[in-house]
């Protein structure tokens, strides 16, 4: 990192603002490259997991959720936050099974995102989910989602007019898109040869 | 929104939980589709503008910045939060000269995005730039960064390797993709004829 020192910001201290329900945010005083002190508020999340569910057909399993700080019914992938000591392919199987009902047989882990770096630690795991099995799904109490099916070419149809802008949606498009062109690959995995 | 109804979580109750000096974190109390009460934690955001660069010979503009909440240095596009009152192409604007010192002649509204949809309202709106002319760069005090140029391939491998993993960026990659395939058409104007 010795080539970035003229960025690096360093940990001075740290005070609680916030310890809520479900947010905690904390403000920390930092060393800026300068020397000079400034301050970062910034939420602290367990970091998340997104599932992209592929049917054996080709189609994508995706789901319809009122979201209320940006007051729309938004079209997004399965997620769902860490619970303690949870691992991410743990909580992509749980989620997966909690929201929409399947199970998978095959698991491929894409990436990381981190979705919003100036003002909070999230990072969403990003996983393929194939070879699905539908059983009952189980949603958290006051959790009220619908889950359908689309194709991958809808989901781009979705993505470039405005319908879709969930940011882990669009960057799933965007593995998706790759993944299926055979640009990018992903090493999928047997759901038993995993540990969770 | 009819056939949303089973979905959509009505305002009941409001208090402000955080009024810090970059953060402000709302507690409303929501009626959920069931009739049950439940709440609903997050950050108020003005929204923001992310714009991507695009030189006379194909590369891109982008930024190394160390971005504390997630502890890295981050390669992004230049992005930055609307003034009170600011339009997001004046913002757009703004941004691009104050972070690169680049001002471009041609600008184009892809879309927009919401980074955080269960905690937070910000949102990006997504404008491509291009006739660009290098000027002075006018960071804010306390702000620090690096300004490079790369091609649409070099980061297109970021995001497949992991080194990008920031969402706005990730998604600008969608975007720049698809706007290159020539799968999705951008509507560019003259800065000249566009009211900021």
């Known amino acids: 990192m010795s080539a970035s020192n003229h960025l690096i910001e360093q940990f001075v201290d740290r005070r ?8 905690t945010v904390l403000r920390d005083t930092v060393l800026l490259p300068n020397r000079a002190h400034a301050t970062r508020e910034y939420i602290v999340h367990p970091g ?27 079209i997004e992938f399965p997620a769902g936050k860490l619970d303690p000591g949870e691992s991410v392919l743990s909580c992509a199987k749980r989620e997966l099974h909690e929201e ?20 909070s630690t999230e990072f969403i795991d990003i996983w393929f989910a194939k070879g699905l099995t539908l059983g009952t799904r189980k949603l958290d109490e006051g959790e009220f989602l619908d889950v359908f099916a689309t194709t991958p ?17 669009l960057v799933a498009a965007l593995w998706l898109q790759n993944v299926n062109n055979r640009t990018w690959t992903l090493d999928w995995q047997l759901s038993d040869n995993l540990s969770a």
């Open 16 to 23: 609680e603002l916030l310890d809520g329900e479900f947010l």
């Open 48 to 74: 998340a997991v997104m599932i992209v569910p592929i049917m054996d057909d080709g189609r994508i399993v995706m789901e319809r959720q009122f979201r209320y700080p940006v007051q729309r019914v938004m």
């Open 100 to 119: 929409t009902g399947y199970s998978a047989s095959c698991w491929a882990r894409a990436g990381q995102m981190h979705p919003v770096i100036s003002y």
């Open 153 to 169: 070419e809808q989901l781009l149809r979705w993505c470039a007019d405005g319908t879709v802008t969930d940011a882990k949606t």
